[in-house]
């Protein structure tokens, strides 16, 4: 699916945990995620760190967008 | 570590009088077995029906097996389960051979659970259409669960454990016919003879992805969620330390009756002493985020290597983002040197044409495949039924569906069904008992 | 009897060599060269014979792919024979292509061989049987009769083996199949190992396939003026799964509007996929689906905008086939509002 949208020429990050499964199945842009089942926001954390978290790993991906990688980029997350 | 496993050949399973053992006949009592079972208040409804192979029979849905078993010492089964945490893997086991106990929902079904044809086209693709099936046909007072797509199913999956220990007392103290002799000596204390002889672990990836617990296999009782991997005797799977779980899509399970008869555990066994040195087994687990699955895998490179292991098969319990789990694994040994072969099932989907795991590693150079989940499958009624045909359709069985615009409902009105090979009840028999492999068409 | 008609290059009709490659499309009543040979082994009558100028077919390949079709239009065949063309490429490459056309128009089963060298091989074994063939016309017999019986078991609709059994490249189709041995996973699996640990020769049941690789798509300038687009394969999708998108196996998707919610909330949205525990996205489904972050940056400028829908789907056990196109149908609905970038969650 990733794949089908970089090849209509539209930029696309794809935001997972599994970073093997997104780099085999062909994604450029990667950003990591926490887990399968909750990605973004752990449900044993607060309600404000679970929304920094994925404040921060959103704008991880958005600013990904943006970047001119040569190759398969996993970018890097604080958060 | 010696076990003994004592066979008793079952040739026929029938109700009687009284509860007994004799001339390869299992006759069982069914108002006491009933009563027995029933002893579990959330057992609300009850039958207990046998189903023979050739069979024009269906059962759906299926929720566990067991091989009936007693210790003659009193300890228990399935420890930590059907009685206290004691030590498996010694002494003495007693096993009605040739026959398992099922646990069958009356009504409902969920996703882990799957489907056994005892006869015709159908019976091909279970290993349990070849045994005589003691169903437990229950329902439960689970009501949080009724209608949810996950289920524990702890009530039904626990009186088979229950039940299949309850049957065995039928041997407890009689001779049996055939006595199996399991012993590995302890690693650092083997004879030349075998010391010079390539050393081979087992790494066993059992189910354990739901966080919340009680879904997942248990080791000795304890959900193998809030696990990490350990070193194991291959005689203590063999001997009731594990338990199978209710999630992984029916056909990648590893129910009960698998853990306790493993076939690539007996096969390195048959192997160990000629030309492998059988070291022992790797007990890892399956996990949801990848931090958790680089961490097992360095635990079972850390311990194959330290053991001085030249060789290793690893084998996954499932398909799909556990497919990760394996293929790091079998990459981290291959990392430290420990040649590896793995066994698995595939996913290359209805058309056959997708990648068959979801992560690939050119190092996993050595792969033993087991089946499709994803093959369609389309079979005609059966004369009888046991449990609720609809199950497979309407409660989301991982291999059925409600609706299909192409393919319409898995469970048709003259009860022919098609479905996806995803819930024929261990239908791809990764624990080794497979004869199906994956081949390009 | 069943019919079938047979596919030769000028070379092999006995026209000429390269000076008349240009020769244009023709259909023969009968048997031409090969056909014969074809003929005598096939449990069908070749009724027709097509031949064409190689560098015809690969000059001016719609006009040929165009007349040869106008050829059969109103022709009664059962299977398309095309070859053998050993290792000439622009012969392979031509049955290849007549071959696909064929089947893509007729829906009648096509078969042809090629030599391993052949370019068609790699151009055409997904799309069809292209079976493995000799270098060269002395392995003429060989090569049609390979082919002949496998149209034969066709024609009498029987089961047909694996691409090793039979002869055919694979064709990237990988079905689960009974071994006659009966060997089981666990005799397997040891076995292997003891070969692979004394350095002995073993076959692998799953090789690793090749991975296609998609360039990278430009990147974004001004992600102030930017539309953003969010898809998941995450399962999430309101309480009453409007869509009907199954939790495992999906060829179903479904677009939301949520131009005017804040976040997903719970009890409103759930994910349906089946894969993993859902009561962390069904109590809060931003956790998959982060609308609340992506509209807490349209608010703070980051992004010019985010598209009025999302768009979910389930990733487990659907197929690559599926699943593409899934994706290009999606693609067409982000350009149609000009979408400039999308992110995707995964679970």
Not at chain 2, 126 to 148: G, K, P
Not at chain 3, 38 to 44: E, K, V
Not at chain 3, 81 to 98: E, H, L, M, N, S
Not at chain 3, 307 to 325: C, K, L, M, N, W
């Amino acid at each position: 699916m990733v794949k089908e949208i970089e090849r209509a020429g539209i930029p696309v990050v794809q935001m997972c945990n599994l970073i093997p499964v997104a780099t085999t199945v062909g994604a450029n842009k990667i950003v990591p995620t926490i887990s399968i089942p909750y990605p973004l926001g752990d449900p044993l954390t607060s309600k404000e760190a679970q929304w920094k978290l994925r404040y921060h790993r959103v704008g991880v991906a958005l600013d990904a967008l943006t970047e001119d990688v040569k190759e398969q980029t996993v970018f890097k997350v604080k958060i | 570590m010696r076990l003994e496993i004592g066979n008793f050949q079952v040739k026929d399973v029938v109700f009687g009088e009284k509860t007994m053992f004799s001339n390869g006949v299992l006759s069982i009592n069914k108002e006491e077995a009933m009563a027995f079972i029933k002893e579990d208040e959330h057992i609300t409804e009850l039958d207990i029906v046998i189903a023979k192979p050739g069979e024009n029979t269906r059962i759906v849905p299926v929720k566990e097996a067991a091989e009936p078993r007693i210790r003659p010492d009193d300890r228990p089964v399935f420890p930590g389960v059907t009685g206290d945490v004691e030590s498996a893997g010694s002494g003495r086991v007693h096993a009605l051979k040739g026959c398992s106990v099922l646990g069958v929902g009356m009504h409902y079904g969920s996703f882990g659970d799957g489907l056994i044809d005892m006869g015709g086209e159908g019976a091909k693709y279970t290993l349990f259409s070849q045994l005589i099936n003691i169903c437990i046909v229950a329902d439960t007072d689970e009501e949080f669960e009724r209608f949810e797509q996950q289920k524990k199913n702890t009530a039904i999956r626990m009186a088979t454990h229950r039940f299949a220990e309850y049957l065995g007392t039928a041997v407890k103290n009689l001779e049996p016919e055939e006595i199996e002799t399991f012993e590995l000596d302890p690693v650092t204390k083997r004879t030349e003879e075998v010391n010079k002889l390539p050393s081979v672990v087992l790494v066993m990836q059992p189910q354990s992805q739901m966080e919340e617990l009680g879904y997942n296999d248990l080791v000795y009782g304890w959900d193998m969620n809030k696990y990490v991997p350990t070193f194991m005797h291959p005689n203590e799977v063999l001997d009731g330390a594990l338990i199978s779980g209710s999630f992984m899509p029916s056909s990648s399970k590893w129910s009960t009756y698998d853990f306790q008869n493993f076939p690539t555990i007996r096969e390195l066994y048959k192997e160990h002493g000629k030309s492998i040195n059988f070291l022992g087994v790797i007990m890892s687990n399956l996990n949801v985020s990848l931090e958790q699955k680089h961490r097992s895998a360095i635990f079972v490179a850390q311990m194959a290597k330290s053991l001085g292991a030249d060789g290793a098969i690893v084998t996954e319990e499932g398909y799909g983002n556990p497919d990760a789990d394996y293929i790091l694994c079998l990459a981290a040994l291959e990392d430290v040197g420990v040649k590896t072969v793995g066994i698995s099932n595939e996913c290359t989907g209805r058309d056959g044409a997708s990648q068959p795991l979801v992560t690939l590693d050119e190092k996993a150079n050595a792969l033993v495949s087991t089946g499709n989940v994803s093959q369609l499958i389309e079979l005609p009624p059966a004369d009888k039924v046991i449990g609720e045909l609809q199950a497979l359709a309407r409660d989301g069985l991982s291999g059925g569906w409600a609706y299909d615009e192409i393919l319409g409902a898995s469970v048709r009105e003259d009860g022919s069904i098609i479905m996806e090979n995803n819930a024929m009840f261990c239908g791809d028999r990764i624990p080794g008992w497979s004869t199906k492999t994956m081949k390009e068409f | 009897m069943k019919k079938a008609i047979h596919y030769i290059n000028q070379f092999f009709a006995g026209i000429g060599g390269e000076d008349t490659a240009d020769y244009k499309p023709e259909i023969r009543e009968g048997l031409v060269g090969p056909s014969l040979a074809l003929n005598s082994m096939l449990d069908a009558e070749v009724t027709h014979t097509v031949i064409c100028g190689d560098n015809f077919m690969g000059s001016n390949t719609d006009e040929a792919v165009e007349i040869i079709l106008g050829f059969l239009e109103d022709k009664e065949f059962d299977i398309f024979v095309a070859g053998p063309a050993f290792q000439a490429g622009r012969y392979g490459v031509a049955c290849g292509t007549i071959c696909k056309a064929v089947k893509e128009k007729f829906n009648v089963p096509v078969i042809t061989s090629m030599n391993v060298e052949n370019p068609g091989v790699e151009m055409f074994k997904k799309d069809m049987y292209v079976f493995e063939g000799g270098k060269s016309a002395a392995k003429l017999r060989d090569d049609v009769k390979v082919m002949a019986n496998f149209a034969n078991k066709i024609l009498k609709g029987e089961e047909t083996g694996s691409a090793d059994e039979e002869g055919f490249f694979p064709r990237g189709i990988r079905a689960q199949t009974w071994l006659e041995s009966g060997k089981t996973a666990a005799e397997r699996g040891v076995e292997m190992l003891i070969k692979k640990l004394n350095d002995a020769p073993y076959i692998t049941e799953l090789p690793i396939p090749k991975q296609d690789r998609v360039p990278i798509a430009e990147p974004i300038k001004d992600l102030s003026k930017a539309n953003i687009a969010m898809v998941t394969t995450g399962g999430i999708v309101p309480v009453d799964n409007p869509d009907r998108i199954q939790s495992a196996s999906a060829t179903r998707w479904g677009r939301y509007d949520i131009s005017k919610d804040e976040r997903l909330e719970g009890g409103v949205y759930k994910t349906i996929h089946a894969g993993f525990d859902p009561a962390a996205a069904d109590a809060d489904p931003n956790v998959i689906m982060p609308i609340d972050a992506m509209k807490s940056y349209v608010k703070e400028g980051k992004i010019g905008k985010l598209h009025d829908y999302f768009y979910s789907t389930v990733g487990t056990g659907t197929t690559q086939a599926e699943a593409a196109r899934m994706g290009r149908e999606i693609v067409e609905k982000l350009k149609e509002d000009n979408v400039d970038g999308v992110i995707m969650t995964s679970t």
